[in-house]
């Protein structure tokens, strides 16, 4: 396995209140990703980064925010987290874009967050 | 936005029966690859295909990519209980520089 932790991997947390979630690497890959997974949804992006302080909105982006300061750390925030984002985050690496084509991604061992 | 569906949700097989999973994409894709998720665990990479038509093999596992590059299939030959887990396909787009995932096909086995 790709050389990626989450922490926390557990979290339950109450409406309202700020969430941050850390995703670390040590593979030096350039990109990172976070998603979401939920039954019957399969796995939607949230967020990406394709470099230091460079970041991009997925398909499910509202509620969240994210940072790179490092190329090794992408943290992912809910600022006010709701019941609705009760769900498995997972984060995902991969090393390059070839010409046209995404890399191959290798994922985190997920966290899973509660919103009470 | 670009979407891929994927069907069947759920399939349950008996042990040695084969199994397929088909993937469709409202835009011509530039590559799809598929994953695997054992229950309780993380998605794995199992293969990319890029060119049109083409048709790679893993051991029992085969792996198809459309002539337009709008679809892409799964098959697996006469199952066993280490196969069983949730299979996604996820596509890009053109120039899109993200996958977007289908919703997965959950595969269990009666051994």
């Known amino acids: 396995d790709a050389g990626i932790t989450q922490s926390p991997r557990h979290k339950v947390t109450e409406t309202g209140t700020p969430v941050t979630l850390r995703c670390h690497q040590t593979e030096n890959h350039r990109y990172m990703y976070w998603y979401r997974q939920d039954p019957g949804h399969g796995l939607r992006l949230i967020h990406y980064s394709y470099g230091v302080k460079d970041t991009d909105k997925g398909e499910v982006s509202d509620g969240y925010s994210v940072s790179r300061s490092k190329t090794e750390d992408f943290l992912l925030t809910l600022e006010s987290a709701t019941s609705s984002q009760t769900s498995v985050y997972f984060c995902a690496i991969s090393e390059a874009m070839r010409t046209g084509v995404t890399d191959t991604q290798y994922f985190g061992p997920g966290t899973r967050l509660t919103v009470l | 936005g670009q979407q891929v569906m994927q069907i069947p949700q759920y399939q349950h097989v008996q042990e040695g029966e084969d199994f397929t999973t088909y993937c469709n994409s409202s835009t011509t894709l530039s590559n799809i690859q598929w994953y695997k998720q054992r229950p309780g665990g993380h998605p794995v990479f199992l293969i990319q295909l890029v060119k049109s038509g083409e048709v790679k093999k893993q051991k029992r596992l085969t792996f198809q990519f459309g002539e337009a590059k709008k679809n892409s299939s799964l098959h697996i030959t006469a199952t066993q209980t280490t196969d069983v887990g949730t299979y996604f396909c996820?596509?890009?787009?053109?120039?899109?520089?993200?996958?977007?995932f289908g919703q997965g096909t959950r595969l269990t086995i009666n051994p």
């Open positions: 996820a596509g890009e787009g053109q120039g899109a520089q993200k996958l977007v």
